[in-house]
């Protein structure tokens, strides 16, 4: 049982072991947003347009909220993969135990700043005044939850460092299934909307948060809980933050350029809205699915950095960003080609469909650089250098996306929905151009390091 939940990634063929640890990644994955896409399409098609809207003019600012702290479990992945590589056993021990004091703190941060900022930021967003309201409530009901939602976040990752991707697996489709059929009972039913759906996704996560612990604390090998000694250890914890903190930063700095194209999406009103997010909730199942192969690269290069094996972090960058290509290709101009049917799924309304397809015709065209870009700064990060991917994301993509917004986007002829989406692919390209640099210096640092 404990060879079965563990992946010695620093030995044996690259691409067999990351298909292993990757293919029940994606499923998670995957499988997760089809349930958040059940989740919208129950409201779109079962409390109409503006709860539609509602919900999905939310997803950028709990992705602001949250970025920081997930970047720490980000930390914790990394931290655990390397000592874990190193074979050093009371490390691995004493990462287990700060990481969930670490995310139980997180979860109670988090809940505070989005029940009581909901509002305020929505209103900054320019949320629209019929969503405005019912998109406060989806907020402060989730984040009501949102401990839970860190602490199974922290626990997957401290499972992923030694390999184990299947029972995360597992939890989630119990979790989900659970998901899936309290939105039919809470919208359908019950007629609760987004209050409904908010509901489910939080005692899904609270199931989620349990398994994931139980899990922990059953363990037999050095990522066993102990509930008597869980403690922050002041080392580990310095090192989460070093790695964690420019992850999390990253994610805000991408989360905020995704704020304020939210907010210019606003301004083209409900129908526009309704239609980038059922958009966004197809492109998400192919960014998780080359994600996967990320985070693998991720894992992959923090345990054999652990190793000191420098050499076989370049094969795994090499292998991984292959597997991306393939996939985000075959799926982005598969979901293109059916686009106007799985558009439909969401909602009935022509207008709506049109909307979505403006938006998915510039990204899933593109989507693939998208996921090279990530798993490249995935590797520099697992080599414990986490501050380059934010300078290269600011300056590639935040700033310019910012920039984009307020230059070209305001010339009259230009202040079209695809103009904005244009600046997408556009940021991914110099991103990934600058974290290939980057990538190249880190590399050639360590190897010199080794020799």
């Known amino acids: ?76 992945n990394v931290v655990a993969a390397h000592y874990f590589g190193a074979r050093k056993k009371t490390q691995v021990h004493d990462t287990v135990h700060t990481a969930i004091v670490v995310s139980f703190l997180s979860g109670v941060i988090l809940t505070i700043v989005g029940v009581l900022g909901a509002k305020v930021i929505l209103t900054f967003m320019n949320a629209p ?8 409530l989806y907020l402060k009901i989730y984040f009501g939850g949102i401990t839970a939602t860190m602490i199974y976040n922290f626990g997957s990752a401290l499972l992923r460092a030694k390999g184990d991707t299947f029972r995360p697996l597992f939890i989630l489709i119990l979790a989900g299934c659970v998901n899936f059929v309290l939105n039919l009972i809470f919208v359908i039913c019950f007629k609760l909307g987004v209050a409904g759906v ?11 948060a349990a398994l994931v612990l139980t899990i922990l604390i059953t363990e037999k090998d050095d990522f066993q809980l102990k509930i008597k000694q869980l403690k922050i250890n002041p080392h580990i914890f310095a090192k ?30 409900a129908i526009i809205i309704a239609g980038n997010s059922a958009a966004i909730n197809l492109e998400s199942i192919v960014y998780t699915a080359m994600n996967g192969f990320s ?21 795994v960058v090499w292998v991984a960003q292959g597997a991306i290509i393939v996939i985000g290709t075959f799926l982005g101009l598969g979901f293109l080609l059916f686009g106007r049917q799985l558009l439909g799924i969401f909602s009935k309304n022509p207008e709506v469909i049109d909307a979505g397809m403006l938006r998915m015709r ?18 520099i990060r697992g080599t414990g250098h986490s501050l380059m991917p934010v300078i290269s994301s600011l300056l590639g993509a ?30 991914w390209i110099l991103t990934y151009v600058i974290n290939i640099i980057c ?11 080794s020799d």
């Open 439 to 449: 990538y190249k210096i880190f590399i050639s640092r360590i190897k010199g390091d």
């Open 129 to 136: 005044e019929n969503v405005l309201n019912l998109a406060a």
């Open 240 to 269: 989460i933050l070093k790695i964690g903190l420019p992850a999390g930063f990253q994610g805000i700095m991408f989360s905020f350029s995704n704020v304020i194209i939210q907010s210019s999406v606003n301004k083209f009103g």
């Open 198 to 208: 908010a509901s489910a996704t939080v005692i899904s996560q609270c199931i989620s």
């Open 398 to 427: 935040c700033l310019f996306r910012i920039i984009w917004l307020f230059t070209i986007f305001r010339i009259p002829l230009f202040h079209t929905p695809t103009v904005i989406f244009l600046s997408y692919p556009i940021s």
């Open 362 to 379: 510039v990204i899933l065209s593109t989507y693939c650089i998208c996921g090279m870009m990530d798993c490249m700064a995935n590797s």
């Open 1 to 76: 049982m404990k060879r079965a939940n563990q992946i010695d990634m620093t030995e044996g063929p690259i691409l067999g072991k990351l298909l292993q640890f990757s293919v029940p990644l994606i499923f998670s994955s995957v499988l997760q947003l089809f349930f958040n896409v059940a989740d919208v399409a129950v409201v779109g098609r079962f409390a109409g347009d503006e709860s539609l809207a509602a919900v999905g003019s939310t997803g950028s600012l709990i992705n602001l909220l949250v970025n920081l702290f997930m970047g720490l479990s980000v930390g914790t």
């Open 295 to 315: 985070q693998g690269a991720l894992t992959f290069c923090s345990q054999n950095y652990g190793a000191k094996k420098f050499d076989r972090i370049k094969k």
